[in-house]
């Protein structure tokens, strides 16, 4: 089964502090993804990393970067913490290629971020 | 944008009965997927449909999709109380997907 896990499930951080949130799939999967969910807002997608070292901005980049030094690993860091970056951030990996791809999205179980 | 707008964005029945989510979206697709959240968790793939299909079964699970209305349903029979849970649909066309809302669905015992 394909697995993608998030080093934290919850996380209580002051604001401005450096965040990271780490993700890690043991599929091989080319494709990583960031998003954060928030009630009547839905999945909105932060960035995504389509290879190692690659990213690319996805619908609110904003106050993130992100880090994909080895392929199983995707991290998302906020520079500088912000009380409306408390949410719920979900990672998942996919394959979008050849015979493997079905299309399909792996989440982890979401990290719950609380930005005092 | 290919993001999929689900509706209703709740619903409420009784154990049983059916359940019916609709989907609309923008843009051509080469897949439309449904995924299913619980409370708190991560999105799990319910089901796929790829654009050249009408129509999809998985046990109690049924998915439409009607590329000239650019729709899709998820009917959910006999619905048990462990399908409450949040349902999105995925409109597929690139190397992202897109999520909406979702529709929160409540199966009261």
């Known amino acids: 089964d394909v697995k993608v896990t998030q080093s934290s499930r919850y996380l209580v951080k002051r604001t401005g502090e450096k965040v990271f949130l780490e993700c890690v799939q043991d599929m091989d999967h080319e494709n990583m ?13 932060i960035y995504f990393s389509y290879d190692v070292k690659m990213k690319e901005k996805g619908d609110i980049p904003e106050g993130y970067s992100v880090s994909r030094e080895k392929k199983e690993r995707f991290s998302l860091i906020l520079e500088s913490a912000s009380t409306n970056q408390t949410s719920m951030y979900l990672c998942a990996s996919a394959y979008f290629g050849g015979t493997r791809n079905t299309g399909e999205l792996f989440f982890g179980e979401g990290s719950r971020l609380t930005v005092l | 944008s290919q993001q999929g707008e689900e509706d209703p964005q709740a619903l409420s029945i009784q154990e049983g009965e059916n359940a019916t989510m609709n989907c609309s979206y923008k843009t051509s697709i080469n897949n439309l997927q449904w995924y299913r959240q619980n409370s708190g968790r991560g999105l799990v793939q319910l089901i796929l449909i790829r654009s050249n299909e009408r129509e999809k079964h998985s046990g109690r699970l049924r998915v439409t999709l009607d590329t000239s209305k650019k729709s899709s349903s998820l009917l959910i029979t006999a619905s048990r109380a462990a399908d409450t849970a949040s349902y999105f649909c995925a409109p597929h066309s690139s190397y992202k997907l897109i999520f909406g809302s979702g529709t929160r669905l409540l199966v009261r015992p």
């Not at chain 1, 993804?33 to 997608?45: E, N, T, V």
């Open chain 1, 33 to 45: 993804f960031w998003y954060r969910q928030d009630p009547g807002l839905g999945l909105r997608l």
